[in-house]
């Protein structure tokens, strides 16, 4: 199975920083990962497919970029409503693998 | 609107069986391959089960491999996953997902439910 690190586990920021989290698979994925929000008690939101393809709706502020091995999901300046945690998926092949999650919290 | 609806948690006891359901609506049920998504307390997602549009391809995880069965019913836009000898380890929310709009090449789930939670305790 594709295992996937993110980085760091937990990160505490305040409004308005520029935020960046890694996600490392252990073989190469070329571009299928998806990054996904997911709030307490709420079912996860897809954020980004193909590693760099923004879903219809979710604001401009979300990027990711990576190819192969390495990704990142960076979000410019950081809103009140973006504390959440953060997960990455490999797409690549079964199982599709979850990182283990990336939780942004208030400074 | 599109939406998908899981039901059928509640509490177990080990060794225990249950059946989880999912309803779908608003798209035609039929031609999307579906999947269910775990998330034990506190803890991370994992990918529990896929079931292509006709059923003809199936894929568990390991970790559920021999006691849990997807199946599907198209005329009743319904999934379903089939729990026996539940483990303690399988205390978690269920969430059915699937793949709606994104490209099919990139397969990441554009759809979720709002989950149902299953106990194993005795």
């Known amino acids: 199975d594709i295992q996937l690190t993110q980085s760091p586990s937990f990160l505490s920021a305040s409004v308005g920083d520029r935020v960046t989290i890694t996600c490392r698979a252990s073989?190469?994925?070329?571009?299928?990962l998806a990054w996904y929000q997911q709030k307490p008690g709420k079912a996860p939101k897809l954020l980004i497919y193909?590693?760099?393809t923004l879903q219809s709706g979710v604001p401009s502020r979300f990027s990711g970029s990576g190819s192969g091995t390495e990704f990142t999901l960076t979000i410019s300046s950081l809103q009140p409503e973006d504390f959440a945690t953060y997960y990455c998926q490999q797409l690549n092949s079964y199982p599709p693998t979850f990182g283990q999650g990336t939780k942004v919290e208030i400074k | 609107e599109v939406q998908l609806v899981e039901s059928g948690g509640g509490l177990v006891q080990p060794g225990g069986s249950l059946r989880l359901s999912c309803a779908a609506s608003?798209?035609?049920?039929?031609?999307?391959?579906m999947n269910w998504v775990r998330q034990a307390p506190g803890k991370g997602l994992e990918w529990v089960s896929y079931?292509?549009?006709?059923?003809?391809?199936?894929y568990y995880a390991d970790s559920v491999k021999g006691r849990f069965t997807i199946s599907r019913d198209n005329a009743k836009n319904s999934l379903y996953l089939q729990m026996n000898s539940l483990r303690d380890e399988d205390t978690a929310v269920y969430y059915c997902?699937?793949?709606?709009?994104?490209?099919?090449?990139?397969?990441?789930?554009?759809?979720w439910g709002q989950g149902t939670m299953v106990t194993v305790s005795s």
């Open positions: 608003g798209f035609t049920f039929s031609s999307y391959s």
């Open positions: 073989q190469g994925i070329s571009s299928y």
């Open positions: 079931i292509s549009s006709s059923s003809s391809t199936i």
């Open positions: 997902a699937m793949r709606l709009v994104v490209p099919a090449a990139n397969g990441a789930f554009d759809i």
């Open positions: 193909a590693a760099s």
